[in-house]
DNA sequence: CTTGATATGTTATATTATCTCATCTATCAA
DNA sequence: TTGATAGATGAGATAATATAACATATCAAG
């Protein structure tokens, strides 16, 4: 398993608990958690790391679950929309929610080493942005709000470089 | 002049600020502030908006600046390294810096509504940012901190559309 | 002058994202 | 059961954003 987030953790049950708890929300909100987007979470949750749109496509395409990009998109969307993932503006990347069963203002903090991307709660520097704005009068939706940087990993002079 | 930041202020005065401020730097430090990255700086400015690379590299060839894109790239990379200007990671676009004269953690307003995107200082967000970061043995380089939404001339129920 | 560093010109291509139109599927009302 | 509708998928094309690669030019330092 490549390129975990910083914390080792069981990742199994990490998997499990995402598309569990997608499952659960598309039942009881009636949304169709589809092969292809119930699959796209998968290999998101499984990779655990920030993914573009067409290294999902790769691995979708290579079960047969669609092999143009619009599939991948979709799919995306879906799950951005939603919650159960989340898109890196600055890498143009995806990565699965891991705090898929709560309203969250997340943040991310994202390794230049090994490439490795965390989540992390945002609420207080949301509320301050958030603050701050409502002062020029203006309401914020979304924050975006992203860390590069090293990662606890990296910080020793052995710095992990990102596989070829 | 369209899409203005969302205060009125005097647009020229702004401008030369802006050139003035780069242009003291570049020669403070070595740096060469050629005719293409003046000019680049100069449009970034004059628009006063999110410009696309494209967008740019329109501006620039019609002056016979350079037609193709690595010139309006390389012109916005040393914008952004020098901190002359910004990208607004959300858009893919780029901006004038507001605060030329100052080291500062940058927040941009993005409005959904006009496409107005404002500058405003975000130290206390990053300081929050950075020290929950540093919890989890994690050092922060650089943060990415915008914000969308809707900006006070949106506010009301006349709300202004992005030009066709 | 020549060397090295930086900047520019140009062609080609890589990467990311969307449009469009046809088809299929699930759901629900009549 | 049928038809209507909305949501989802398939497939082809293309748009929008960004970089690679290589040649040439400029300029300051030695």
């Known amino acids: ?32 958690f589809t092969p292809v987007r119930r699959r796209a979470l998968e290999i998101l949750a499984t990779e655990h790391r920030a993914m573009g749109a067409y ?46 069963d709560t309203d969250h203002s997340p943040a991310f903090l994202i390794c230049r080493h090994c490439d490795a991307v965390a989540e992390i709660r945002a609420r207080d520097a949301r509320g301050l942005l ?16 992203e860390a590069e940087g090293t990662c606890p990993n990296c910080q020793d002079g052995t710095e992990v470089q990102a596989p070829a």
């Not at 600055?90 to 699965?96: Q, T």
């Not at 958030?130 to 709000?145: C, E």
């Open 1 to 32: 398993m490549s390129r975990l987030a910083f914390d080792a953790h069981d990742h199994h049950s990490c998997i499990a608990d995402t598309l569990d708890a997608a499952e659960a929300r598309c039942a009881k909100s009636g949304l169709q």
């Open 55 to 100: 290294d999902l496509l790769d691995h979708l395409r290579a079960e047969g679950l669609g092999s143009q990009p619009p599939v991948a998109y979709r799919a995306l969307d879906f799950l951005v929309k939603h919650g159960f993932a989340h898109k890196i503006e600055r890498l143009n990347a995806f990565v699965a929610c891991s705090h898929p």
């Open 130 to 145: 958030t603050d701050s704005a409502s002062k020029a009068g203006f309401t914020v939706d979304r924050a975006v709000i």
